[in-house]
C-alpha cells in the first residue's frame, strides 16, 4: 500500500496517494482526528468531510472513530424515544384529567339545572294555589 501511495505521489497524483492510504482504517481514523479527511469521492476538505458522514457504509472497517459516533447516535435516539414516550404519558394524563374535570363539570351543571327545574314546578305549583 504504501510502494502504490508513493507511486502515485511521484506521479503528481496526491490525492490518490492518500487515497490509498486512507483505505487501511488507522490511517482513516488518524486523518480524521487530526481534521484532514480523506478523500471522498474526488472532494476533499469539509466536503470529503459530508460525503463521508453521509455515507458511513463505505468507511474502513474497523474505524474507531465512526464506531463511536454511531454509538453516540444510538444513544440519542434512545434519549430521544424515551423522551418521546413520557411525553406521550404525560399527554395521556392530561387529557385524562380533562375528562375527569369536565365530567364533574356536567354533573354540577346538570345538578344546578334540576334544582331550577324543582324551584320551578314547587314556585309554579304555589303560584296555582294561591289562585
Given at each position: 500500500m504504501i510502494k502504490?501511495?508513493?507511486s502515485l505521489y511521484g506521479m503528481n497524483m496526491r490525492v490518490a496517494a492518500v487515497s490509498?492510504?486512507?483505505a487501511d482504517y488507522r490511517i482513516f481514523d488518524a486523518m480524521w482526528?487530526?481534521?484532514?479527511?480523506?478523500?471522498?469521492?474526488?472532494?476533499?476538505?469539509?466536503?470529503?468531510?459530508?460525503g463521508w458522514e453521509e455515507n458511513k457504509h463505505l468507511v474502513p472497517a474497523g474505524s474507531k472513530v465512526f464506531l463511536s459516533i454511531?454509538?453516540?447516535e444510538k444513544q440519542q435516539e434512545e434519549f430521544a424515544q424515551e423522551i418521546l414516550k413520557l411525553e406521550e404519558e404525560e399527554q395521556k394524563k392530561i387529557?385524562?384529567?380533562?375528562?375527569a374535570l369536565l365530567s364533574?363539570?356536567?354533573?354540577?351543571v346538570h345538578k344546578e339545572r334540576n334544582?331550577?327545574?324543582?324551584?320551578?314546578?314547587?314556585?309554579?305549583f304555589a303560584l296555582l294555589l294561591l289562585l
Open positions: 502504490l501511495a508513493r490509498t492510504l486512507c482526528m487530526s481534521a484532514t479527511y480523506c478523500p471522498f469521492m474526488g472532494a476533499i476538505g469539509e466536503d470529503a468531510k459530508k454511531e454509538q453516540v387529557e385524562q384529567e380533562k375528562k364533574e363539570l356536567n354533573q354540577g334544582d331550577q327545574i324543582k324551584t320551578f314546578t314547587l314556585g309554579g
